[in-house]
Structure formats: C-alpha cells, structure tokens
T-cell receptor, first 115, second 111 residues
C-alpha cells in the first residue's frame, strides 16, 4: 500500500507557541490530504480537507486561523497549530488519497502536548 | 448528511472464536466501504475495502456487504489477542471527496 509519513511523532510545547506538523506522501502524489484530531478514547474527527494549490476546506467548528493548513505540493501538506493552548493537546493524524482513489492512507500521527 | 453507525462495544471474544463487527449506513447510494483497524495510541490502518454485494475474503478477514439492508460487516476468524483493537467502518461522503468514519467498535480477544 501507499506510504504516508508524518513528522514529528511527538511534540511538547509551551502554551502560546506554534507547532508545525508535516504530512508527506512518499510513493504517490496526493491531490487531497486530510487532517484529523482524536482525543483519548474518542473517535476520529475530521478537521479539514487539504487540496493541493488551493485553500483548505475546514469542518464546522474548526478555527481556520488557529489551524493553518498549507498544501503547496502534491506530496506535502502542513498543519500549523498557532498559539497552542493545553486544550489543543491531542493526537493529530493526517491521511492522503492517491489520485482518483477513495482509499485513505494514514500517517503515524503526531501526539501534541501543550504545557 | 451521511451517517455511519457502529456499536462501540466492547466486543469480547475468546481466542480462536469468530469476531463479528457490524456497521450500518444511512445513504443507500453509498458504493464503497472500508474497514480500518486502530491500535491504542496508533493511527488507523486499512484492513479491507468492499464495493460489491456479498463476501470478500482476505486471510482471516471477511467483509460482507448487503446494500439492500444497508449494512456492512467484518468477520475475523480464529481471533487472536493481537486482533484486540478498535475497528473503524468508513464510507465516502456525498461529494466522494472524504471518508465518513463510524465511532469504531472496540474488540477484546482474551487468551
């Protein structure tokens, strides 16, 4: 199957700082990537759909100014959590569709802890 | 709004038994369905996908799709403790641009 790389896998930061998470498709071109958030013992929550070369589509209730998404190439999307606060501590997971496909391949996830 | 429903469980089965995980969906027009497995603290991994009515087998896993009744199931034969995880059912959204995930069913296989 296709490989999606996500980095970093774990990050601890101080409240008020910004954190950037990278999502790369290693062996295929991903016109669409997705960003999810998952709190402990809860289901995956789609935050936004990232489209190469255009603005991301955010789900209802997700602050676009707080969660900045950039998808500048067919193999890289980034999520920046700006001015992070303890309530932003969560497991952030990206996924990608190969071109023309419905199957989503997930990155390993990033565990964010904001002190 | 499309919905994908799963019983959250936990579903407990003894080692060697068949585990049956069920999922129902609201959109009769849905054409494809996906089963993902998620271990605690890890991201989801694809197990199987199914497009056609009937059964699709892959090793110990069998996906079953019944479009008339709008349910899709996943059977795990000869369950192993290593199968203990949360299983997520998913179907494409209306636009076909993203997957809608169910809340997942937690499976516990005891040795």
């Amino acid at each position: 199957g296709a490989v999606v790389s996500q980095h970093p896998s774990w990050v601890i930061c101080k409240s008020g700082t910004s954190v950037k998470i990278e999502c790369r498709s290693l062996d295929f071109q991903a016109t669409t990537m997705f960003w999810y958030r998952q709190f402990p013992k809860q289901s995956l929550m789609l935050m936004a759909t990232s489209n190469e070369g255009s603005k991301a589509t955010y789900e209802q209730g997700v602050e676009k100014d707080k969660f900045l998404i950039n998808h500048a190439s067919l193999t890289l999307s980034t999520l920046t959590v700006t001015s992070a606060h303890p309530e932003d501590s969560s497991f952030y997971i990206c996924s990608a569709n190969s071109a023309g496909g419905n199957i989503q391949y997930f990155g390993a996830g990033t565990r964010l802890s904001v002190l | 709004q499309k919905e994908v429903e799963q019983n959250s469980g936990p579903l407990s089965v003894p080692e060697g038994a068949i585990a049956s995980l069920n999922c129902t969906y609201s959109d009769r027009g849905s054409q494809s369905f996906f089963w993902y497995r998620q271990y605690s603290g890890k991201s989801p991994e694809l197990i199987m996908f199914i497009y056609s009515n009937g059964d699709k087998e892959d090793g110990r896993f069998t996906a079953q799709l019944n479009k008339a009744s709008q349910y899709v199931s996943l059977l795990i034969r000869d369950s192993q403790p290593s199968d203990s995880a949360t299983y997520l059912c998913a179907a494409p959204n209306q636009a076909g641009t993203a997957l809608i995930f169910g809340k997942g069913t937690t499976l516990s296989v005891s040795s």
